[in-house]
């Protein structure tokens, strides 16, 4: 039986705000446990949030970099439920009214573009940090105690929900991927999720293909990658579809990523189904944005992805893939533009980016901050191979010495010696010495054997020690050869 | 709407309050009774008629996204019934 | 007379004129308070100490002539839910009966720097709820008119820390009536302000919607000099108004000629307490020979207030309470794992008449009845709203009783709880709609107990309220007597 996965995705997202959606703590990571704790994010009685007017802005910036209709009138909720990271017992979140709603994000898949839509992008609270101790190391079924620290309490978030359109684990990788992206380029948060400040849960069914109604789906949690994700979400629907093929029914439940054993596993006792008893938050007051302050963010959103993307074709010249690879991160693409300017081959330059540069970045593990030298040394190299001054070959090794001391390419190549040989008299000598030293070469080649005009070529390089311009010793050899 | 043990048993739980049969049986009856008298409510009709969540029409209240300073963690753990190193401690949440 | 029985704005002219210094009058307050305190049981907690360092600080700043407001060293007590950095403050609950708040409500900041001196935390119904200060863990308050009566609730200490003059004013707070009904109870006057007249951080909630922080005092000039020092803006809370302070002295001593008083039949039933109707009838006779004009209003939703009233505040209380878990502060009581420890620690850490109203509220928000329970009260909430509304555009205040009946008996309205929750009908439409309401003395019942008329005005025109109460009370006697502190 075939069957289609049917996949929506909520990721949270903190906000890279100054201080907290409620209160004035820091939101740095990775500081001592609770020593950015406030009588208000502690919960303490008699405390009363206030909101953070830039949390509100940036996820408007959310909402409008996701396609999203900005609500007009939106309100707080309180969720309530129990849980040693929340302090109130309850965690202000949205509701019925969120901020953010309808909207849409595409995504680049092997059949071309696909749209997903966006539910809904609401802003919340987030809970503080557990670390469980005791048992089997820091895992929660079998903790004997755990410790709290408030310090991540209050950190402004917001959800993002997908509408469940997602059909395969690679879409929602792509969705993942670009919704980061995205989420990068508005300058809204780290998305690190190491860091724990961008977070995704994955909700998985399937159903037999060409049916409509959805399946029972899980709640996939616990994926703290982007690949592990991918990995969890393909499991899944082959562990459904294993289990509708035996004629077993799906759970409806939540289930874990085991890193460890690449499986997804049921979470014990998450016990029976939440009641949130959500009512409207009554120590917050309604936000309701007018027009004017939403088209001043708008104004204000730096260029999109997909847009970026669709400049850098029809301004550079370049293949859709390479503008995505080079957009794929704002501060690459921001890079390669200022590049751009000083070179009349920005595909030329692109070129050298996404491979040999990609390739050493990768190697050693270096950012562009890292880099010992600037665009404009890069485009001097894509210069040098234009103008015929070195051959490709030779520009490699060029290449490798630019990344490794950031010394200029021109002089490099003056340095080395290494402009590459285009006078025809020198080349013609050198052809000569090299014919006259394999005549039997010679007579094979006169004799229909087209191929052995290769094995020339190498010898004239190697006795130009490669500095010949190749196309020249082609069309001079073949000349001498055809006479 | 009878307000029935069961009812108040769930209730109880979402509420995390432990209650003894005897007090199960009391809260129900005292519980019963004053639904009763909210359901007089029901009398009126509301059709049409907005929630008033806030007797004041405010909109609006922010504050700037300035750092003020937090409590240090001494203070914060002051007043914690069980604490360790630097942390409140609880017990297992399985 | 003795320099405790003076009322604040006396007292407060007695140091300004040296008569007295702070710890002078600190010290005599003291010995006073200590003195009545076991028969009438009105403090938590005691702060002596910190008192007389107060003092101490005052009587310096008097010196010096700089920066003197009418509380500059002048003793009063706090409802034992107002947050004192450092000094305990439980609620009355035993949940929180080691609670040492870090931070100061903003209130008692406002007090601090205008100088005043701070007696004590006074004992009140547990977490605000109740109308007899019953159900507090730690103590029964007496009522100083008769100390086999209740003081009323939930703010009975404050109520009668100041009747029994152990204090010359104190902070109350009134979620449904909780500042008015005890000091109608007792004797004295008590406002509830417009909802978001004063900053609620630091007052432990109890229903956010509805509580508002209030003076309780022995007359109306000092309630009008208290409201000074505590209302205002206070950009920590979200839901506090960004509307100007007057003085409230200012309107206070004119004339009510001319001025319109609405009296809504529905608070006048048939039924009622005759001692009650009959003092509250003469006082807006008083009103009208003194220049007011008296027009009949109607508040038709009223009859539904309690109802709507029962679902809301053990709603956000249910909520507001949650809190309370064990984690990071209050009682713990262990547990084999963390639900254990939640639900153990709240049962032995809540009265029984919390646990109702948590229960209430939790089953009014939760699935399935979130519509017929919460959703409904907010819509009736605006019909009553819309009522006041609709009255003010005819009449500028509106008069009424403030309890039911003068204070009773220890147990008398404890078997059923709605016994003890109609104590509130008259007072509990105003916290719904929001507006300000004031309870001054009107008269004693046969067995001496004191009666309370409530004036309840537009929203932000205390003046208005504060005026029409002062002429009221400067022509009568009422204000002037003091409680016996005898049984009987």
Excluded at chain 3, 329 to 357: C, D, H, Q, W
Aim: a neutral charge; aromatic letters at 8%; one cysteine or more.
């Amino acid at each position: 039986m075939e069957y289609e996965p049917v996949i929506g995705l909520e990721v949270h997202c903190e906000l890279k705000t100054a201080t907290k959606l409620f209160c004035g703590c820091s939101t740095i990571f990775g500081s001592d446990s609770n020593t950015q704790v406030c009588p208000v994010c502690l919960g303490l009685p008699g405390t009363l949030p206030v909101m953070n007017e830039k949390a509100v802005e940036y996820a408007v910036k959310i909402g409008l970099a996701l396609n999203c209709t900005i609500a007009k009138y939106s309100k707080m909720d309180r969720k309530n439920y129990y849980y040693p990271d929340l302090p109130k017992a309850y965690q202000v979140s949205q509701n019925d009214k969120p901020l953010n709603y309808a909207g849409y994000l595409d995504i680049i898949t092997k059949e071309g573009t696909k749209r997903i839509g966006v539910t809904r992008a609401h802003l919340e609270e987030d809970a503080g940090k557990l670390i469980h101790q005791g048992g089997k190391a820091g895992r929660l079924e079998s903790s004997d105690y755990s410790l709290a620290d408030y310090n991540r309490g209050g950190i402004p978030l917001v959800e993002i929900v997908s509408e469940p359109d997602i059909r395969s684990a690679d879409e929602a990788h792509a969705y993942l991927t670009a919704l980061r992206n995205i989420l990068l380029y508005i300058g809204v948060s780290d998305c690190n999720m190491e860091e724990g400040s961008l977070r995704c849960d994955a909700n998985v069914s399937v159903r037999p293909k060409g049916t409509e109604k959805f399946g029972t789906r899980t709640e996939i949690k616990n994926m703290n990658s982007f690949k592990f994700a991918k990995q969890a979400i393909e499991y899944e629907i082959k562990r459904q579809s294993a289990l509708l093929d035996k004629g077993e029914r799906v759970v409806q439940e939540s289930r874990l990523w085991d890193v460890n054993e690449s499986k997804t596993k049921t979470m014990r006792s998450k016990e029976e189904a939440h009641d949130y008893r959500y009512f409207p938050e009554p120590d917050l007051v309604p936000i309701i944005l007018s027009e004017d302050y939403v088209n001043s963010i708008k104004k204000n959103l730096p260029e999109l992805p997909a847009a970026k993307r669709t400049r850098f074709v029809s301004q550079y010249g370049l293949t859709e893939y390479d503008a995505g690879v080079l957009t794929s991160d704002q501060e690459l693409a921001d890079w390669y533009e200022e590049g751009a300017k000083h070179t009349k081959n920005p595909k030329g330059l692109s070129n050298w980016m996404m491979g040999d540069m990609a390739a050493r970045m990768k190697e050693e593990e270096k950012e562009l901050k890292d880099l010992k030298f600037e665009q404009k040394k890069l485009c001097e190299l894509v210069d040098l191979i234009d103008k015929g001054t070195i051959n490709s070959k030779q520009a490699k090794e060029v290449f490798i010495e630019l990344f490794d001391t950031g010394k200029s390419p021109e002089a490099i190549v003056k340095d080395k010696g290494m402009v590459q040989v285009s006078d025809p008299a020198v080349i013609e000598k050198a052809v000569e010495k090299v014919l006259g030293e394999n005549a039997n070469v010679v007579a094979d080649y006169k004799g229909g054997k087209q191929g052995v005009l290769g094995f020339l070529v190498g010898k004239v390089m190697q006795a130009t020690q490669g500095k010949a311009n190749p196309k020249l010793v082609n069309e001079i050899l073949k000349k001498k050869l055809d006479s | 709407m009878a307000l029935s043990e069961k009812d108040v048993q769930y209730v109880a739980k979402l509420a995390r309050l432990e209650i003894t049969e005897a007090e199960v049986e009391k809260y129900t009856k005292q519980l019963g009774n004053i639904l009763g008298y909210i359901e007089e409510m029901g009398k009126l009709d509301t059709t049409n008629v907005e929630p008033l969540t806030h007797p004041l029409d405010m909109k609006n209240v922010f504050r700037e996204d300035v750092l003020i300073p937090s409590l240090t963690q001494q203070e914060v753990l002051s007043n914690g019934p069980e604490v360790q190193s630097g942390h409140f401690k609880v017990p297992r949440i399985m | 007379m003795e320099l405790y029985q003076l009322t604040l704005h006396e007292a407060a002219q007695a140091l300004q004129s040296k008569k007295t210094s702070s710890v002078e009058l600190t010290k005599t307050v003291l010995d006073h308070l200590k003195k009545v305190e076991p028969q009438v049981q009105s403090f938590i907690t005691i702060t002596e100490t910190e008192a007389l360092a107060q003092a101490a600080e005052a009587d310096k700043r008097l010196a010096s002539g700089n920066n003197i407001t009418p509380f500059t060293g002048v003793p009063i007590a706090l409802k034992d839910l107002l947050c004192t950095k450092g000094v305990r403050t439980t609620c009355a609950s035993k949940m929180l009966e080691n609670f040492k708040p870090p931070y100061n409500a903003t209130v008692v900041e406002k007090l601090n720097s205008a100088g005043a001196v701070s007696v004590g935390k006074t004992n009140m119904d547990e977490f605000a709820m109740g109308s007899s200060t019953e159900t507090s863990y730690y103590q029964k308050t007496k009522n100083p008119w008769n100390l086999t009566c209740v003081p009323g609730g939930s703010s009975g200490g404050s109520a009668s820390s100041v009747s029994a003059d152990q204090a010359f004013a104190s902070l109350g707070s009134d979620t449904g009536g909780s500042i008015r009904q005890p000091a109608a109870l007792c004797g004295i006057v008590g406002l509830k302000p417009t909802y978001g007249r004063i900053s609620r951080y630091g007052l432990i909630a109890f229903a956010s919607s509805l509580d508002q922080i209030g003076p309780m005092t022995k007359d109306v000039e000092d309630s009008a000099l208290m409201m000074n020092v505590i209302a205002g803006h206070d950009p920590k809370d979200s839901t506090s108004a960004d509307v100007p302070v007057p003085d409230y002295t200012a309107e206070m001593k004119k004339s009510v000629k001319g001025l319109k008083i609405g009296i809504p039949k529905e608070f006048f039933p048939s039924e009622m307490n005759t001692e009650v109707s009959e003092a509250v009838k003469k006082a807006i006779e008083q009103l009208k020979s003194l220049g007011a004009e008296i027009h009949e209003v109607s508040l038709p939703h009223s009859p539904y207030s309690l109802a709507a009233y029962y679902v809301l505040a053990p709603s956000e209380a249910s909520s507001n309470l949650a809190r309370y878990d064990g984690v990071r502060y209050g009682l713990r009581v262990p547990g084999e794992n963390i639900v254990e420890m939640y639900s153990k620690t709240r049962a032995a850490g809540f009265g029984p008449e919390v646990k109702r109203r948590i229960m209430l509220g939790t089953y009014a928000l939760s699935s399935g009845y979130y519509d017929a329970y919460y959703l409904k009260a907010l819509k009736v909430r605006r019909l009553i709203k819309q009522d006041y509304d609709k009255a003010f555009e005819k009449v500028d205040i509106i008069a009424t009783p403030t309890a039911p009946n003068p204070a009773f008996r220890f147990g008398e309205k404890t078997d059923n709880p709605l016994t003890m929750y109609l104590e509130d009908i008259f007072t509990i439409s105003i916290n719904i709609a929001g507006v300000p309401a004031i309870s001054v003395p009107c008269g004693l019942s046969k067995t001496g107990l004191p009666i309370g008329l409530q004036l309840i005005g537009k929203p932000f025109d205390e003046a208005a309220l504060l005026k029409a109460a002062y002429a009221y009370e400067q022509s009568t006697d009422w204000h002037k007597n003091k409680p016996t502190l005898k049984e009987s």
